[in-house]
């Protein structure tokens, strides 16, 4: 498997709701990194997670909530989002982050908070 | 800080021929990676060729080849045979030996003309 599955693909939501994004991925990476993409923009680094521990938070606003509850399942909480936090969300693994490996990017979700 | 410029945000190319996407980067580092990704309208991140800036062989991945000039700085990613699933988004990207985050540059939107 080397692949990493993004759900849902398209997202939805109220700036009351609470949802969650899920990442997963088999392929034995023990570093998990969320991004988020603007149009026409390259993607920006949220969080980093290595060896299932938060090790890079880029300043990033509390209604976004990070999980890793075990090394191949990484997820994003979201809670009292804004409307300018409609954006492509992409998750990506690698091995640890250190080394000539690529990421490994999923396909991503389209959020949408109206 | 390292950084990463592409300076195209787009080019266009007739199928079957060459075109060539110019990356520029800025380092004090002598451990670094370099990669060049494709993100079609699906928007996956697809890695497409990568470089250790201790090799001074030029990678070449079937029709992708990259020309890396590590004294100027330069990384750029040489596509032959130009084909219409070629058309995307391309993201030079830089990554630390010791820090190990993926820094993008801005894009260069690739259109393939048939």
């Known amino acids: 498997d080397t692949e990493v599955t993004q759900t849902p693909k398209h997202l939805v939501m109220g700036m009351t709701n609470k949802k969650s994004l899920k990442c997963e991925q088999h392929?034995?990476?023990?570093?998990m990194y969320w991004y988020k993409q603007k149009a026409k923009k390259p993607p920006e680094l949220m969080f980093v997670?290595?060896?299932?521990?938060?090790?890079i938070n880029e300043s990033v606003p509390s209604r976004f909530s990070p999980e890793c509850p075990n090394s191949s399942l990484l997820n994003l909480h979201l809670h009292a989002l804004q409307p300018e936090d409609s954006a492509l969300y992409l998750c990506?693994?690698?091995?640890?982050?250190?080394?000539?490996?690529?990421?490994?990017f999923g396909s991503g979700t389209r959020l949408t908070v109206v | 800080a390292q950084t990463v410029t592409q300076s195209q945000p787009e080019m266009s190319v007739q199928e079957a021929e060459t075109v060539t996407l110019s990356c520029t980067y800025d380092t004090s580092e002598s451990d670094y990676y370099l990669f060049w990704y494709k993100q079609p309208p699906s928007r996956q991140m697809i890695l497409v060729i990568r470089q250790e800036a201790y090799k001074q062989q030029n990678a070449t991945e079937n029709r992708f080849s990259v020309n890396f000039q590590k004294a100027a700085k330069s990384f750029s990613l040489k596509i032959s045979d130009s084909q219409l699933g070629d058309a995307a988004m391309y993201f030079c990207?830089?990554?630390?030996?010791?820090?190990?985050?993926?820094?993008f540059g801005k894009g260069t939107k690739l259109s393939v003309k048939p």
């Open positions: 990207a830089y990554r630390s030996g010791s820090q190990g985050n993926l820094i």
């Open positions: 997670y290595s060896y299932e521990k938060l090790s």
């Open positions: 392929m034995g990476h023990r570093a």
């Open positions: 990506a693994s690698s091995h640890p982050p250190r080394g000539n490996y690529g990421y490994t």
